[in-house]
């Protein structure tokens, strides 16, 4: 019998006698090895490993995340996509770093102390306004359809090039329209109530050319240009009384007063003064009923003004360019009328400046002015950067010392308050310099509804550029900057209504699917109706006149 047969098939492993080399292994008391316990060396390769597992997490899910956080959710951190920062995190840098620090006071045409409060020199090249790339800019994408307009807005129209915004025209056919452009907004981002504003600008094109619409100018934050049901029954109105002024075409259910219908406006409209559905957001408006307060049992008048800065154009009657500089207002007055006496209107230079003889339609009513431009205010003429600006006071505590002065190179003219004046003739009160939070709009248009456009002579591309936007306010306000001031809040009501504010193809308030809030004037409306009548509305929403009600502008 062999050894294994008869010591059996396991017995060599039993035989401790033997010693093998690798023996410590499995005997780890012997040589200093201990079972249990630890060792730097396992901790040392769990460590690697961890280490592994995060690089792959950070390369596969991390970056990722940030990227998009920083391309995406730059407006509530006020880093832009372009990398711009604010001097203190959480902050918004309301003044540019490059901007002089000798601009940071001056002294008004009203003679009061004022400092800046805002402003971009657009000295980093390259920047992008696509929404959430920019703090307080945003580059629209849609169809001016209030003004008619034949280009379409593009935010890659936009940017900034050797230290100048640039806004840049192409004929190139775009959602079945001629031209693309860019429209660049602070709506909701940045707002001003009263105070100085100033851009240096260059015009494109050439001073005789017929085509460009430039401009820049300011609206109250209520409505957001381009989204036309916002500013149904809020554009252009700005007043705070309660009377006929603020019901659909200014008139009570049995069309009075009558010169309103017959007499009182513009042959175009069949002499009709007014065809505005009514302010919305009235003086009138029934104790808690949808509107922005302050107080909803004790409503106040909310619209949604607007200043023009410039619109630039050809001169119509002679040689070279010029602008037109404005106030749109609502309701309206008697064939449109305000006072123009020396006392209410002052003209700083009457061999460059006089006022429009356009004066308003069924849709506005305007006060403004036409200044001759230099040829060196055109890119091809020059290319001189040439200052423009609106000063403009409004005091709800005492409206009478109100007043706004524009500015192209210099003061150019300047009303008072009694331009605003009620008219008993057809029974509406004082209309008021704007009291409301107004963002900024720098756009570059072409439309047939402006001026007459020659197309063969204008040069493509086209640039309309700024060298800067400053803001300065008068010394020690309060509330002065900022969309959402407590005595005319903004943001819940756009937070409320969503869909108007983010939906450009709605142009009637009820198309976003919303209701206007009850007039006190309207019979059974609310328990202190104070007038028996039915809205007339056959003027407010025809088919011809649909894409030109809220139309936010234009004469």
């Not at 309301?94 to 940071?104: A, N, R």
């Not at 009558?258 to 104790?287: D, E, F, H, M």
């Amino acid at each position: 019998m062999s050894n294994i047969d008869s010591a059996g098939a396991y017995s060599r492993l039993e035989d401790h006698s033997t010693v093998d080399d690798d023996d410590f292994i499995h005997e780890p008391d012997k040589k200093g090895m201990k079972v249990g316990g630890s060792n730097w060396r396992g901790f040392f390769n769990v460590l690697v490993l961890i280490l592994i597992l995060l690089a792959l997490v950070a390369l596969f899910a991390g970056y990722p995340i940030i990227s998009w956080a920083t391309r995406h959710a730059t407006t509530s951190m006020y880093v832009n996509g372009t990398g711009q920062v604010p001097d203190l995190i959480g902050l918004p840098s309301l003044i540019d770093p490059d901007t002089p620090k000798e601009v940071y006071t001056r002294t008004g045409f009203d003679g009061k102390e004022y400092e800046l409060v805002f402003s971009d020199e657009f000295n980093k090249d390259g920047r992008s306004f696509f929404p959430g790339d920019d703090p307080f800019w945003e580059g629209v994408n849609l169809w001016y359809g209030s003004t008619q307009d034949l280009e379409y807005y593009e935010p890659g129209q936009i940017t900034t090039r050797d230290g100048h915004l640039v806004i840049v025209l192409e004929m190139e056919e775009t959602y079945g329209l001629p031209f693309k452009s860019g429209m660049l907004q602070s709506w909701n981002k940045f707002c001003f109530t009263t105070g100085y504003i100033e851009v240096s600008t260059v015009f494109p094109g050439d001073q005789n050319v017929a085509g460009y619409w430039p401009g820049a100018w300011f609206m109250g934050n209520l409505g957001r240009p381009g989204y036309e049901s916002t500013g149904d029954g809020l554009w252009p109105y700005s007043y705070d009384s309660c009377d006929v002024g603020t019901l659909p075409n200014q008139t009570d259910s049995s069309g009075n007063p009558s010169i309103v219908t017959t007499a009182g406006g513009n042959p175009k409209y069949n002499n009709n003064l007014s065809w505005l559905p009514g302010q919305r957001l009235s003086a009138c408006t029934c104790p808690g009923e949808d509107h922005p307060g302050p107080d909803i049992n004790n409503p106040i008048g909310r619209s949604s003004p607007e200043i023009d800065i410039f619109e630039g154009q050809k001169n119509k009657v002679a040689f070279g360019g010029r602008v037109t500089q404005s106030v749109q207002m609502a309701p309206f007055s008697n064939q449109y009328y305000f006072p123009n006496t020396s006392a209410d209107v002052t003209i700083y230079n009457s061999n460059s400046t006089s006022l429009n003889t356009y004066r308003g339609s069924a849709l506005q009513q305007a006060v403004s002015a036409l200044t001759n431009l230099n040829s060196t205010t055109y890119a091809e003429n020059g290319a001189d950067f040439t200052t423009f600006g609106v000063e403009y006071w409004s005091n709800p505590s005492n409206r009478d010392e109100g007043f706004i002065t524009w500015v192209a190179g210099g003061p150019v003219f300047t009303i008072d308050n009694n331009v605003f004046t009620g008219d008993p003739t057809v029974n509406i009160s004082a209309r008021l310099i704007p009291e409301e939070p107004m963002s900024i709009i720098l756009n570059l248009a072409v439309s047939e509804s402006f001026q007459t456009v020659d197309s063969a002579a204008m040069t493509f591309p086209s640039e309309l550029r700024f060298d800067y936007v400053r803001v300065w306010q008068r010394k020690g306000i309060s509330n002065g900057v900022g969309c959402d001031p407590p005595n005319r809040p903004t943001a819940k009501y756009i937070n409320d209504h969503l869909d108007a504010y983010t939906n450009a193809n709605y142009t009637l308030w009820a198309d976003a699917g919303y209701k206007k809030p009850k007039n006190s004037l309207v019979c059974d409306l609310c328990p202190d109706a104070l007038v028996v009548r039915e809205p007339d509305t056959s003027h407010v929403y025809s088919k011809k006149h649909v894409h030109r009600l809220g139309a936010f502008r234009r004469g």
